[in-house]
């Protein structure tokens, strides 16, 4: 079936460290790639998406490109911020987004 | 603004008790959904609906229920809680048919069944 697999965390960081999260993807055709951030207390946002191979989504100075040859969606920062302290999800939509699947989030810490 | 809203964000409930949790949004979506969020499992789609009355089962249904009455509305029910469904609670929605569309998520139920 249609799964994604992410990094277990959690992941703790100082301030300014460059983030990467990992993950791949397992899809029977081509899906749409999303992360999306739940920061404490709140539900779930989307963060950045990309909806073709070779595409790169952006955001808030995360990036993902989506690599077809590996599978992955890895979720990229250079420099993170107390801010970004959240819980990330990977996931993947293959149709339209009523079948959206969701790794199991990590949890990112950072302290100043 | 986009918004998501859910009836409550903590609950404490009894085993055997019936809970309805509800969830309300503003943007005139056609896609409704229920999650449950566990540590390690990430979310987990319980049921969805894609029309008023319209809804199917997601991956986790046993043991809830749920009513869509009007469009802006979307109800889960414990029809009798239980101790295993002590979880966190997220309410979606999304426009239909879009391929690469996003889900907007309320701000989640936290559900405690003693």
């Known amino acids: 079936g249609n799964s994604v697999t992410q990094m277990e965390g959690p992941v703790t960081l100082s301030e300014e460290a460059f983030l990467t999260i990992n993950c791949t993807y397992t899809?029977?055709?081509?899906?749409?790639l999303f992360w999306y951030v739940q920061y404490p207390g709140e539900g779930l946002q989307l963060l950045l998406k990309?909806?073709?191979?070779?595409d790169k989504g952006s955001n808030k100075g995360f990036e993902a490109t989506y690599r077809k040859e590996t599978t992955s969606f890895h979720l990229e920062k250079g420099s993170v911020q107390v801010s970004d302290s959240a819980v990330y999800f990977c996931?993947?939509?293959?149709?339209?987004?009523?079948?959206?699947?969701f790794g199991a989030g990590t949890r990112l810490t950072v302290k100043p | 603004d986009v918004k998501v809203t859910q009836s409550s964000r903590y609950l404490v409930k009894r085993t055997g008790e019936k809970v309805f949790l509800e969830c309300v949004q503003d943007?005139?979506?056609?896609?409704m959904f229920w999650y449950r969020q566990d540590p390690g499992l990430g979310l987990r789609l319980i049921y969805f609906?894609?029309?008023?009355?319209?809804?199917e089962k997601g991956d986790i249904p046993e043991g809830y229920s749920v009513s869509r009455e009007k469009k802006e509305r979307f109800s889960l029910i414990l029809e009798s809680a239980s101790t295993n469904q002590t979880s966190m609670y997220l309410c979606?929605?999304?426009?239909?048919?879009?391929?690469?569309?996003?889900?907007?998520f309320g701000p989640g139920t936290r559900l405690l069944v003693l």
């Open positions: 943007m005139d979506h056609e896609n």
């Open positions: 990309a909806t073709k191979a070779d």
């Open positions: 899809a029977t055709g081509y899906p749409s």
């Open positions: 609906s894609y029309d008023v009355k319209m809804k």
């Open positions: 979606a929605s999304s426009t239909s048919g879009s391929r690469g569309g996003t889900q907007y």
């Open positions: 996931a993947l939509s293959l149709y339209n987004n009523n079948d959206m699947r």
